[in-house]
């Protein structure tokens, strides 16, 4: 089955960095987009990145372009979201998404609290 393992988050200082990781298993994973949304406190959970199967196609939530990088390494079948220049209002569980077979799936979700 489809299973998604988020890792990497933690407390950070504003303007700091972190690198999130999410494992897959259970599907053709070079063989779908892959996103990061995230849920902060009293927040509805919102879209952050996608990336394309191969990485050709790279998107972005505004209030991240320009301080957050996508990635992806198909041999791994891990996607990477790189943050910098992190602010408190990033503070959030950020979730790995995939859409496969008309599903949604979803990892457990890993925190990332920026705070001084």
């Known amino acids: 089955q489809v299973q998604l393992v988020e890792s990497g988050g933690g407390l950070v200082q504003p303007g700091g960095s972190l690198k999130l990781s999410c494992a897959a298993s259970?599907?053709?994973?070079?063989?779908?987009?892959m996103k990061w949304y995230r849920q902060g406190p009293g927040k509805e959970r919102e879209f952050v990145a996608s990336i394309s199967p191969f990485g050709g196609n790279i998107q972005y939530a505004d209030s991240v372009k320009g301080r957050f990088t996508i990635s992806r390494d198909n041999a791994k079948k891990t996607v990477y979201l790189q943050m910098n220049s992190l602010k408190p209002d990033d503070t959030a569980v950020y979730y790995c998404?995939?859409?496969?077979?008309?599903?949604?799936?979803w990892g457990k979700g890993t925190l990332v609290t920026v705070s001084s």
């Open positions: 998404n995939v859409l496969r077979s008309d599903i949604d799936y």
């Open positions: 259970g599907f053709l994973f070079n063989g779908f987009k």
